[in-house]
């Protein structure tokens, strides 16, 4: 069964330092987006990405935040100084257009930041 | 009001038990439906899309009223393996209607 990976499955880091988080989306799915959970919070929306540029975002992914796709295959999450409080679950997730909305998650990076 | 609302729970239960999940969402301009289910330290996995209708898998039916902005999920006959956090999605209206927001969730607990 095709699924979403995504690496590394848990990365420390250090306040200031930049953190690039890797997915690989479903090979037919179009619509990419990252979420992320804070430890005992609700799942909640960063960013959606669709036709290699950001459709939606929220008020969480400010200007500290980017997304990209280099290639045909990775999409990806950078977060250029970390804060404490980005320590969170980021889930990558994919859509298949011709669907009524299922979203595909993948196993989830775990961002701890010191 | 929220977006999405849920009963914060935790609901512990019997095995064999019939348990209720509700959820209620504030935009009435919404149009996709959903309950998903989150095991612990895991990723959101679909259990089931919800239909104006009302649809049923297995042990699991959901309903859906839009008029009062409420969904449902109710799990017969309680299993073990349904222990884990069950998440109300609802899509949000256009332009962003291709992304999903969640509720906070609702933890099952089945116990022996």
């Known amino acids: 069964e095709p699924e979403v990976t995504q690496t590394p499955s848990h990365q420390v880091t250090q306040m200031g330092q930049e953190v690039i988080l890797r997915c690989v989306p479903i090979?037919?799915?179009?619509?990419f987006y990252w979420y992320r959970q804070i430890l005992g919070q609700k799942v909640e929306f960063l960013v959606s990405?669709?036709?290699?540029?950001?459709?939606?975002k929220s008020e969480i992914f400010d200007d500290q935040f980017s997304v990209e796709r280099p290639d045909g295959s990775n999409f990806t999450l950078k977060i250029r100084s970390t804060k404490l409080e980005d320590s969170a679950m980021y889930f990558c997730?994919?859509?298949?257009?011709?669907?009524?909305?299922?979203?595909?998650f993948g196993e989830g990076s775990r961002l701890t930041v010191l | 009001r929220k977006e999405v609302e849920q009963d914060p729970g935790p609901f512990n239960v019997p095995e064999g038990a019939t348990v209720a999940f509700n959820c209620t969402y504030s935009?009435?301009?919404?149009?996709?439906f959903f309950w998903y289910r989150q095991d612990c330290r895991k990723e959101p996995k679909l259990l089931m899309s919800?239909?104006?209708s009302g649809n049923e898998d297995g042990r699991f039916t959901a309903q859906l009223n839009r008029a009062s902005q409420y969904i449902s999920l109710l799990i017969r006959d309680s299993k073990l393996s349904d222990s884990a956090t069950y998440l109300c999605?609802?899509?949000?209206?256009?332009?962003?209607?291709?992304?999903?927001?969640f509720g906070k969730g609702t933890m099952l607990l089945v116990s022996p």
């Open positions: 997730a994919s859509r298949d257009p011709g669907s009524t909305g299922e979203l595909f």
């Open positions: 090979s037919n799915h179009l619509y």
């Open positions: 990405f669709y036709n290699n540029e950001i459709s939606e």
């Open positions: 935009n009435s301009a919404s149009q996709s």
């Open positions: 919800v239909y104006s």
């Open positions: 999605v609802v899509n949000r209206p256009p332009p962003g209607y291709s992304t999903l927001t």
